[in-house]
């Protein structure tokens, strides 16, 4: 019989398998803690569990559910790329960057992708399946075995698009905040979309405490949909209508991304245009000069992109504005550079 994978289980999954086969509800949280506060790789690590329940699971669950394959690291910051097998064989890369007190972890929500962003190496790859809650759970707990710093921040900006593996991503992210499981603020989550805009809807209407990234890059259609094929069905305006109903806060505002492209979306233009789009939101904006992944597409001159921002300053009333020069340039780690195609 093909053992199932444990991790991924919620509470309320584990006290049901543990019922189901007689044993006590409370052992569920003891495994719970096991997997996700102390980040057991063996299930023969859970030490205080009795022996029947160990061999129970020993015979139905495998709990590791990535194999490190390589980590480089980069000769300019504290960053590391890892690459992961899936037990199926599929590779996933994601990002551990440590930047003075920060320890901020940017992971995969799917192998490959196929929103088709043309500025995004995993975009290239096209797509071969969703990560299971598990998987997507494993990069973060492998990830705080390899480093000393404790996580503070996730990102959910690797691989992948996070809201067409939604169940899988929100369930995880649960798991992530829950003071029982990893216990991280609710405010150091952040989901990102390219604008899939059903789930968008359904995020807020569900109320997910977690911060929400909207991959924006463009201030006009025919240029978003050039670089976003997806804005076809879900454009600009549908999008921001349905941001308007984010429930924004001081401490969490929905985040709009711009990747500036030299000659595409960096004009002046462009600024003014995004800054009146911020204004209406009450949101963050976060500039990220382009980064190499050998199309078409450059980055801007540093000129230009000041002047860019200075204008996004100058309008700013009611966002602000943060500028993301990326980490890992020399390991091909930062934004948008993600890929497995050539390992
Ligand atoms: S930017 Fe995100 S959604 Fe777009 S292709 Fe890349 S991984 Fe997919």
Redesign the pocket.
């Known amino acids: 019989m093909r053992q199932k994978q444990i991790k991924g289980f919620n509470l309320d999954e584990l006290i049901v398998m543990c019922e189901e086969n007689n044993f006590s509800a409370f052992r569920a949280k003891q495994i719970y803690h096991w997997m996700y506060r102390h980040g057991a790789l063996d299930i023969l690590d859970m030490n205080n569990l009795p022996d029947d329940l160990l061999k129970y699971l020993k015979n139905n669950f495998t709990i590791k559910t990535l194999e490190i394959e390589r980590i480089q690291n980069s000769n300019t910051e504290d960053t590391k790329k890892i690459l992961f097998k899936t037990t199926d064989g599929k590779l996933i890369e994601s990002v551990s960057m440590i930047d003075k007190n920060l320890h901020t972890v940017c992971i995969s929500s799917q192998v490959g ?1 196929n ?3 043309k500025f ?1 190496a ?2 290239i790859m096209g797509f071969t399946r969703n990560l299971s809650c598990g998987e997507i759970i494993d990069q973060i707990i492998q990830i705080t075995n390899l480093r000393e710093e404790a996580i503070t921040n996730v990102v959910y900006m690797g ?3 996070p809201f067409l593996n939604y169940n899988e991503v929100i369930k995880s992210a649960n798991i992530l905040h829950d003071p029982n499981g990893m216990n991280l603020g609710k405010n150091r989550i952040t989901i ?1 979309t ?1 604008g899939i805009l059903p789930k968008i809807k359904q995020y807020i209407d569900e109320r997910q405490p977690y911060k929400l990234a909207i ?1 924006l890059n463009a201030t006009t259609d025919a240029i978003r949909t050039k670089i ?1 094929p997806i804005n076809k069905k879900w454009n600009i305006e549908m999008i921001l209508n349905e941001l308007d109903h984010y429930p924004s806060d001081k401490k969490n505002m929905v985040m709009l991304e711009y990747v500036l492209l030299k000659d595409i979306n960096d004009s002046k233009e462009d600024a003014e245009k995004l800054s009146f789009y911020a204004n209406r939101l009450h949101c963050k904006v976060n500039i990220i000069p382009f980064n190499d992944i050998g199309n078409q597409y450059s980055r801007p001159d540093d000129d230009t992109i000041n002047d860019f921002i200075h204008i996004l300053h100058k309008n700013q009333e009611n966002y602000q504005t943060l500028v993301r020069w990326s980490k890992g340039l020399d390991i091909d780690a930062a934004c ?1 550079q993600l890929s497995t195609v050539s390992q």
């Open positions: 992708c929103v088709d962003c995004c995993t975009g691989m992948g698009e990102s390219s991959s976003i948008g």
